[in-house]
Nanobody, 124 residues
Framework: QVQLVESGGGLVRPGGSLRLSCAAS????????MGWFRQAPGKEREFVAA????????NYADSVKGRFTISRDYAKNTVFLQMNSLKPEDTAIYYC?????????????????WGQGTQVTVAS
């Protein structure tokens, strides 16, 4: 059974930084893409970033480009999201996801496995 466990969320002031981690375990194809999504209150879940197996291909939402960096430790089945220059509009529950293939998809339907989510709050 595939499990994804996120950590690293919390409260941070505007302009600050946080680093999210997600460890994957269980039977899955480690070549598949891993990604991050987020969901703010009253809004739909949205794509944040994705990374392929070797980290050679990444994909970012326009709203986080230049501020967030996704990376992956293939040997440890772990994906990270470094978030810098955080804004109040980044406040959301952040979810780690494991994709069904090796492409860095933006679509939630391409990710059959999800973590429980970690809260990120950006406020002064």
């Amino acid at each position: 059974q595939v499990q994804l466990v996120e950590s690293g969320g919390g409260l941070v002031r505007p302009g600050g930084s946080l680093r999210l981690s997600c460890a994957a375990s269980g039977g899955f194809d480690s070549r598949n893409t891993m990604g991050w999504f987020r969901q703010a209150p009253g809004k739909e879940r949205e794509f944040v970033a994705a990374v392929t197996k070797g980290g050679s291909i990444t994909n970012y939402a326009d709203s986080v480009k230049g501020r967030f960096t996704i990376s992956r430790d293939y040997a440890k089945n772990t994906v990270f999201l470094q978030m810098n220059s955080l804004k109040p509009e980044d406040t959301a529950i952040y979810y780690c996801a494991l994709g069904s293939g090796p492409w860095p998809s933006l679509r939630t339907n391409d990710y059959p496995y999800w973590g429980q989510g970690t809260q990120v709050t950006v406020a002064s």
